[in-house]
Structures are given as structure tokens and as C-alpha cells.
């Protein structure tokens, strides 16, 4: 309870200031006599700081001098997580004839936040509109109203919203208008309307050339219609858009391959990804293609090859896995029981971490749950199991 006695202090010294003076314009009555001003005290010393800040908020009248100090009073609340004294407090702000214009669509921009801050998006939408219409604080209501959008999933709206920030002078939202392309062609996929998806998808690709999302969902799309070739042209794009995601497109890009004829195209690929960008899955699909055409001796040295430049304990399970299948009748008792030890790791690891805010994960989310920032989030390149880096990470239990 301390801290709210704390917290209410300086409101108290400043409504006693300003109604000390507000009485020594009219009369002759010092702040220390206000008998309002005394019970406010009053109610705060016997940590009542619901009913003082009620008090308080009466005796500072609303006024030109006064409105910041509104403002700044339900700012603080609401940062607090007192999000029910911050809307009173912003509501009898607005509710006062005797704002200006600039004034009023200030305490409707902090309402309009604090009713996010409590998840009233209808309510929040609506002010937020209104300041938009005005003409007032568009940037910080045009924010807002993204945000509202993307919660809601409102795929149509984020476009429209992400191009009148753009047109604002906000930087370029191409990245997030990308995947929102890609989110209405996810949706069309889920009626069959494969005409429109691949449209959207064209679209999200004109909006960010290296959206490897639209480019994996154009590489299904064409599996889907049997059109392999120009499937396997699409899965294959992904290498240069962002080599990260190699390993995301290795199973299709085999199973093209396989169908097309073009293993040895394929197989440069992997050993291209492998030597040059230390992918282990490239190089864990390269050590299969080497096993089933010259044997498992020749896998498991190419593994070791590997992993002599590029450690990885997904590499090191795989390569495990290669020389149990090679070994006696009988393995030595000990291989058996690493390379469960490695799987038990592996599966407590996180193969996806976003370059944001450090947020881990297990599977690929195209939007961070964490700090909500698209195409962050990308497979862990060097070393599977490494340790986590940075403060206030937030882990993916799905």
C-alpha cells in the first residue's frame, strides 16, 4: 500500500498548489485550509487511495494549466496496469467543455489506449476513427488501428492501414503487407479457390520480392496441381530469398526432384548449402543421398567431414544414426545410448529463434508471439541446442 501513497503525493502537492492559488485569486485561504483538500489528504494518509484520487481529481479542475497534468496522471495508471483509473480519469477529462480541439483529441488518443490496454477494441476502434477522421494525431490512431486489425485478423484492413502509414511518412510496411497477402491466400486455399490464392501470393511477392513465405505456398500450390517443375523452381527460390530457410523446403525439393529427374541438380544444392552456409539439414539430406547410392561408409565420412567444420548435435544424431545401421550385430553398448541421450536433448531444444526479442520456439511462426514482428523468427543456423542469448526471453511451449 506504500506505493500508492507514494504514487498519489505529488497529485496531492500539486492540487494543493494550484488550489492555494486558485483560492488566493479569490479569497484569502491557503491551501493548508482547503477543507476539500484536507480530506483528500486525509483519505491518503489512512490509505483510502482510491477515494483520495477521486478527491484529488475534483479539486484539480480542468483547465488549460491543468490537462497535461490529467493526462500525465492516467498515463502513469495505465503504464501501472490500473487501467480502470485511467479511463475515469481520461473520461471526466473529455467529458470538460473547456478543452480545445487539440486538447480533446489528445484525452480521446490516451482513452482510445487505455481501452486497448484492457481489450475493448470496439470502443478503442471507434476513437481511433474519429481522430483519423479528424485529422488529429493520425499517425499514433493509424497505430493503433493496425494493431487492432492485425489482433482481429482482419487481413483486408491491415492493407489499408499499412499503406496510409505509409503514405503518413512511416517507414515501409512492405514486409507485413506481404504476409498479409499471404494470410488471405492461406484462406482462399482453405476454399479452393486456387485462382485467387495465386494471385495473392503474387501480390505478397510484388509487395517483398524475398517473402519466402509466399514463395513456399507457391511451391505447395503448384505440387497441388501437379505442375512438379515449377514447383520445384518455387521451393528451389527459397535459397537466395534467405538461405536460413533451406531446411524448410529440403523434403519437397527432394520429392520434386525425385519425380522430375534432376537428383544431380538437387544434390549440388545440398552441397552448395552444406560447405557454404553450414546447413545441417542440407548437410543430413546430402549424408542420405550419399548412403543409398554408395553406402553407409561413405555417408558417415561425409557426416564427419561436416561436422569437423560445422558442430551440431542434430548433425552428430544423424551421423549416430548412419554408423548404428553400419555396425555388428551387437554395436558397442555405448552408441546405443548416446545417440538416445542426443534425442532426448533434441527434443527439449528449439529450433526457431526471433531476432527481435530472442523469442524461441519449436515451430515456425511467421509472426513473433513475443514482440509481434513479422518474418522475425528464423531456424537456428550454427549450433541446434546453443544457449539462449539475450534478456527476457519468452519460450515457445507449443
Not at 68 to 97: K, S
Not at 294 to 312: R, V, Y
Not at 350 to 365: I, T
Request: glycine residues 6%.
Amino acid at each position: 500500500m506504500m506505493e500508492f501513497l507514494f504514487l498519489l503525493l505529488p497529485l496531492a502537492a500539486a492540487t494543493g498548489w494550484y488550489s492555494g492559488r486558485r483560492s488566493r485569486g479569490s479569497e484569502p485561504q491557503s491551501r493548508d485550509h482547503n477543507p476539500v483538500y484536507f480530506k483528500g489528504l486525509n483519505l491518503l494518509l489512512n490509505e483510502q487511495p482510491d477515494k483520495a484520487i477521486d478527491v484529488f481529481i475534483q479539486l484539480l479542475e480542468v483547465d488549460s494549466e491543468t490537462v497535461e497534468t490529467h493526462l500525465a496522471l492516467g498515463n502513469l495508471f495505465r503504464r501501472r496496469g490500473e487501467v480502470d483509473r485511467a479511463i475515469r480519469i481520461h473520461q471526466n477529462l473529455i467529458a470538460r467543455p473547456t478543452l480545445t480541439k487539440e486538447q480533446r483529441a489528445q484525452a480521446l488518443l490516451e482513452l482510445g489506449q487505455d481501452y486497448l490496454r484492457a481489450g475493448l477494441f470496439d470502443r478503442a476502434e471507434g476513437l481511433f476513427d474519429e481522430l483519423v477522421v479528424q485529422k488529429l494525431f493520425q499517425v499514433e490512431a493509424s497505430r493503433n488501428l493496425h494493431f487492432i486489425y492485425q489482433q482481429e485478423r482482419d487481413w483486408e484492413k491491415c492493407l489499408l492501414m499499412a499503406q496510409r502509414l505509409e503514405s503518413l511518412g512511416e517507414p515501409s510496411l512492405r514486409v507485413e503487407r506481404a504476409h498479409y497477402f499471404c494470410e488471405q491466400a492461406q484462406k482462399a486455399r482453405g476454399t479452393r479457390d486456387e485462382g485467387l490464392a495465386e494471385s495473392l501470393l503474387k501480390k505478397a511477392l510484388a509487395a517483398d520480392k524475398n517473402s519466402v513465405r509466399a514463395t513456399m505456398l507457391l511451391g505447395q500450390l503448384a505440387m497441388e496441381q501437379g505442375d512438379i517443375t515449377v514447383a520445384y523452381r518455387h521451393f528451389a527460390r527459397v535459397e537466395s530469398q534467405d538461405p536460413n530457410f533451406i531446411g524448410e523446403v529440403i523434403a519437397p525439393l527432394s520429392e520434386c526432384s525425385n519425380r522430375i529427374g534432376n537428383r544431380q541438380v538437387f544434390r549440388e544444392l545440398l552441397r552448395h548449402n552444406a560447405e557454404k552456409q553450414g546447413n545441417v539439414d542440407a548437410a543430413m539430406a546430402l549424408a542420405d543421398m550419399v548412403r543409398i547410392e554408395q553406402g553407409d561408409k561413405a555417408a558417415t565420412e561425409w557426416m564427419i567431414h561436416f561436422l569437423s567444420n560445422h558442430p551440431s548435435l542434430r548433425g552428430l544424431e544423424h551421423l549416430l544414426s548412419i554408423h548404428l545401421k553400419d555396425a555388428a550385430d551387437e554395436p558397442a553398448e555405448l552408441l546405443p545410448i548416446l545417440k538416445e541421450l542426443i534425442a532426448r536433448m533434441l527434443e527439449t531444444s528449439y529450433g526457431y529463434r526471433c531476432g527481435q526479442c530472442g523469442f524461441l520456439a519449436r515451430r515456425l511462426h511467421w509472426q513473433c508471439p513475443g514482440c509481434k514482428t513479422w518474418s522475425s523468427i528464423k531456424p537456428v543456423s550454427f549450433s541446434d541446442c546453443q544457449a539462449p542469448r539475450g534478456n527476457g526471453l519468452i519460450v515457445d511451449e507449443i
